[in-house]
């Protein structure tokens, strides 16, 4: 298969063929995010593309599940996407779902009835990256929308008729600042109502804003106990129901992951252990991204 640079995926799709239709990240802007540092944001030739998925088909045979790269493909114009939808159908008859990275701006840029035909083509699942619903804070990592934004483009997503999977993540307004963060992004998560929410954790990566201002003391990271804090806010505060909830991520401090409500009184137990010292945490050594 052929890739430029780095790829990633939601820990979910590690069965999914990996299909790159774009190289990057359209907004590349993120000052915690250095995915894509490495990488100059273009759209890969639709005859590339097409190439790509016949060389799967003659490598893998028939797949069941497709992720589209990179950072952010739903920024690819929609005629291409549909096109790319309908080939991909075409050439794995087995096929049953195909997600995707999606960005809030370019979510935006989507009327509802273009994220509906998107989804009626085979689009089946988009992972926002919400991040927090703290309107200042949104626009302090430079995140592309305010609060409004985001909440506006999960809400298309989810009405088109996606199955809409939102990440948020841990300790993002440093060290202090997290009721306020955890708060906003329990409400707006509350609005949006995702099906799925994975909560990671800030882990501080190097050629990024955010490390440098750590670097120079101007931003502090949480505590692990504040980050357990932070987690038990949310999964108080959560009323989505039923909500698939994660928080098992390699960034995370206490793994956590099942379906709330039902859930709520044995993670909160779980988390007070782990507050009161009782339950073994992941080591620092061992988070990464
Ligand atoms: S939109 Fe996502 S991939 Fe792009 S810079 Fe921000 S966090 Fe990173």
Known sequence: MRYEGTIYRPPGEWKSYLLQVTVGCSHNACTFCGMYKDKRY???????????????????????????????????????????????????????????????????????????????AGLTRAYLGLETGNDALLKAVCKGVDAAGMLEAGVRLRQAGM??????????????????????????????????LSALSLILQPGTVLYRDWKAGRFTPVTARESLEEVRLLVE?????????????????????????????????????????????????????
Not at 63 to 89: E, K, N, Q, S
Not at 168 to 195: F, Q
Not at 245 to 273: I, M, Q, V, W
Request: with cysteine; aromatic share 6%.
């Open 163 to 196: 199955d809409l999977w939102v990440m948020v993540l841990l300790g993002l307004a440093g060290s202090g600042g997290g009721t306020r963060h955890i708060l906003d992004t329990a409400a707006m998560v509350n609005e949006m109502r995702p099906r799925h």
């Open 42 to 120: 273009h759209v890969r030739p639709l005859s590339d593309v097409m190439e790509d998925i016949q060389m799967a088909r003659a490598y893998y045979g028939d797949v069941r599940r497709v992720f589209l790269c990179d950072g952010d493909a739903i920024a690819l114009p929609t005629g291409d996407l549909l096109a790319i939808l309908r080939a991909l159908y075409e050439t794995f008859p087995a096929l049953e779902r195909v997600t995707t990275y999606a960005g809030p701006e370019s979510t935006l840029e989507k009327t509802p009835e273009e994220l509906r035909t998107l989804r009626e």
């Open 237 to 289: 505060k959560l009323t989505v129901d039923p909500l698939h909830f994660t928080c098992d991520h390699a960034s995370n401090y206490l793994p956590l992951k099942g379906t709330l409500p039902d859930r709520r009184e044995e993670f909160l137990t779980a988390l007070d252990g782990a507050l009161a010292g009782d339950v073994a945490l992941r080591p620092e050594w061992s988070r990464g991204v």
